[in-house]
């Protein structure tokens, strides 16, 4: 019997191809030459058919969205890291002048497919205290139901904040139309880069939100028995291509 030969094709659901190393630049000098071309080249030799690129800040949405017009197959987020909390809180004309831009940015650019990289990040205090980070998620979510899209989550360490800041916004963000199975409740969002318990995971899916696996979510085997108890209609795929992913996933390299 003959065997397919044909390639799997995936999604790329976190993809930093906006980092300076797909220049040639690393820490602000330059290494070799501008190679980005081939590292999505090899990506769709491999069967990756689309790329969501993430844009963590308000700055550097402008640049993300330039590298969507690379592939018709390329999309974006649009948002404020939890590390980059700061960012929104000092923002020339306040948080909510932060927000505004960033709303007519998404209402402006149809590649921007997600608001994120948002939520909370209690292992990286040092970037923005918990009560910022909080203040930044929160506003992003409000603009979320105002612009009707998914969202693109970031929970490290703050689970419970996560969750209770998160739900009182589920019903407005929920596109019931969207529903698809019966057991996911209209398109929310996505965790991504998921390395918590099975607890938070069953307390995750509850709420109806998509579950993004990479080489983070799989160092332990902890992490991988977690991660076998998400329903295959549950799991979005990322790398984030870093160049340091299998640092990250000794268990498998992604």
Not at 54 to 61: D, H, I, P, V
Not at 117 to 134: I, N, S
Not at 211 to 228: A, F, M, P
Request: glycine share 8%; with cysteine.
């Amino acid at each position: 019997m003959a065997t397919s030969s044909a390639v799997p094709r995936y999604v790329e659901i976190a993809v930093n191809l906006g980092d300076p190393m797909f220049r040639g630049e690393y820490h602000g000098k330059k290494k070799h030459e501008d190679d980005l071309e081939q590292v999505i080249h090899r990506a769709e030799q491999a069967g990756v058919a689309a790329q969501v690129i993430t844009a963590g800040t308000l700055a550097e949405l402008p640049s993300v969205l330039q590298l969507t017009g690379l592939r018709p197959s390329f999309f974006c987020t649009a948002g404020c890291h939890p590390t980059h909390s700061t960012d929104m809180e000092n923002f020339d004309g306040g948080p909510q002048a932060y927000v505004s831009q960033l709303q007519q940015m998404i209402q402006a650019h149809k590649r921007i497919v997600a608001v994120g990289e948002c939520g909370l990040d209690y292992d990286r205090l040092h970037f923005a205290p918990k009560d910022v980070q909080r203040r930044c998620f929160e506003r992003q979510l409000q603009m979320a139901t105002e612009v009707r899209l998914p969202l693109f989550l970031h929970s490290r360490a703050a689970h419970r904040d996560f969750v209770d800041i998160l739900q009182p916004y589920l019903h407005s963000l929920r596109h019931s139309d969207e529903a698809v199975h019966s057991d996911s409740p209209g398109s929310v969002g996505v965790v991504h880069s998921f390395t918590g318990t099975a607890e938070e995971l069953k307390e995750l899916l509850d709420l109806g939100l998509y579950i993004g696996v990479n080489g983070c979510s799989l160092k332990t085997q902890e992490n991988l028995e977690v991660v076998k108890q998400i329903p295959l209609h549950r799991i979005m795929l990322e790398t984030g291509a870093w160049s340091y992913v299998t640092l990250d996933a000794p268990w498998s390299l992604l």
